[in-house]
């Protein structure tokens, strides 16, 4: 799996969907009333609320050194990309598969045995 930075805003707006969503089930079960007309305000707070969350996690991303590059990533690598491909990638795409003796290019390579 691809590792990616901490965006506190997603969590903050899942959160928020979370708790909208919890106290309709619960006002579904008969625990509790919800007025219809608060799930407005109360979405377009958290909203708000996150928007802002992500200005700010990106100014303070923005004014870290290396332009908020992650730790370890090569100097111009994509700031989300892996630095580099982990052990259970293949670059040469065949996956381990015998490749017939063909080299990447097309040129033929040595077997055993000097033929």
Not at 15 to 21: N, P, V
Not at 29 to 50: I, N, R, S, T, Y
């Amino acid at each position: 799996m691809r590792r990616h930075e901490f965006e506190p805003a997603r969590l903050l707006a899942g959160l928020a969907f979370a708790g909208i969503a919890s106290a309709f089930a619960v006002d579904a079960a008969g625990g509790w009333d919800v007025p219809g007309w608060l799930v407005v305000p109360v979405l377009a707070a958290a909203l708000g609320l996150a928007g802002l969350v992500s200005a700010v996690t990106r100014a303070v991303r923005a004014r870290r050194p290396g332009g908020g590059r992650r730790e370890g990533a090569p100097v111009g690598a994509d700031p989300g990309s892996d630095p580099e491909p982990g052990p259970g990638s293949d670059p040469g795409g065949d996956s381990g598969a015998d490749s017939g003796g063909v080299r990447a290019g097309g040129e033929e390579a040595p077997r055993a045995g000097g033929r």
